[in-house]
C-alpha cells in the first residue's frame, strides 16, 4: 500500500483481556519496528524486524508482549492480561532499509490502547 | 534509555517567526533524523542527516549537527500555524550495535496566529 496501515485505531479493553495489533508495511519494506508512547513522552522501542533475521525483541517490557511477523509482511504485537500501564499510543513504522539510515521510517497512525 | 534530549520541552512563538530546537544525545551516531507529530499519532520523518554533514536544508528547515557536542538543533524559518506540532529528534546509532532509532522525549511547537 501507499503508506503503512495500523489496526484497529482505537481499541478499549478491559483489565486482564488479550488485544492483538495489526501493522501492514509498505511493501518491499524489508524494516519495521513497534513503538510504544505513553501520554506526552517520548517513543519507547518494543521490537524490530529485519528481513528473515530473527527479531531484536530486546524492548519488550514483559513476557506478556510478543510479537510476530510472516515473511516481509503484516506483523502482529500481542499482550496478554493488559494492565493499566499499558495504556498508549502503539506505532508501527517501516523502512526500507536498516535503521532508515538513508531514507527514515515510515509511521503508521498508531493503535491508541485504552485498557479499563 | 534515553538517546536524544530535545531542548525545549515546548516553545511558544508568534506566527512568521524563526523556531529553533535543540537535540543532545549521548553515543557515537550514524545519522540523525527529524521527525514531526501532529495530535499524538503518527510521525513524518522531516529530514536526515548523516554524521559527515554538518548542515542540511529543506524548504524552510535547517538542521545542523555538531558531532564533537554531540548536538543537533532544528530551525524552521518563517513558522505558520500549521507549523504546530511536536518534533522528535532520532538517533541511529548502529555503529554501536544497536538496532533501531532512539527517540527524545520532543519539543512541543506551538505557533500563535
Known amino acids: ?116 | 534509555s534515553q538517546q536524544g534530549e530535545e531542548d525545549p520541552q515546548a516553545l511558544s512563538i508568534q506566527e512568521g517567526e524563526n523556531a529553533t530546537m535543540n537535540c543532545s544525545y549521548k553515543t557515537s551516531i550514524n545519522n540523525l533524523q527529524w521527525y514531526r507529530q501532529n495530535s499524538g499519532r503518527g510521525l513524518v520523518h522531516l529530514i536526515l542527516i548523516r554524521s559527515n554533514e554538518r548542515e542540511k536544508h529543506s524548504g524552510r528547515l535547517r538542521v545542523t549537527l555538531d558531532t564533537s557536542k554531540k548536538s543537533s538543533s532544528l530551525l524552521i524559518t518563517a513558522s505558520r500555524a500549521a507549523d504546530t506540532a511536536s518534533y522528535f529528534c532520532a538517533t541511529d546509532a548502529s555503529l554501536g550495535g544497536a538496532d533501531g532509532l532512539t527517540f527524545g522525549k520532543g519539543t512541543h511547537l506551538i505557533i500563535q496566529p
Open chain 1, 1 to 116: 500500500g501507499a503508506g503503512v496501515s495500523q489496526s484497529p485505531s482505537n481499541k478499549v479493553t478491559e483489565k486482564g483481556k488479550d488485544v492483538e495489533l495489526r501493522c501492514d508495511p509498505i511493501s518491499g519494506h524489508t524494516a519495521l519496528y513497534w513503538y510504544r508512547q505513553r501520554l506526552g513522552q517520548g517513543l519507547e522501542f518494543l521490537i524490530y524486524f529485519q528481513g528473515n533475521s530473527a527479531p531484536d525483541k530486546s524492548g519488550l517490557p514483559s513476557d506478556r508482549f510478543s510479537a510476530e511477523r510472516t515473511g516481509e509482511s503484516v506483523s502482529t504485537l500481542t499482550i496478554q492480561r493488559t494492565q493499566q500501564e499499558d495504556s498508549a499510543v502503539y506505532l508501527c513504522a517501516s523502512s526500507r532499509d536498516r535503521d532508515g539510515r538513508n531514507y527514515g521510517y515510515t509511521f503508521g497512525s498508531g493503535t491508541r490502547l485504552t485498557v479499563v
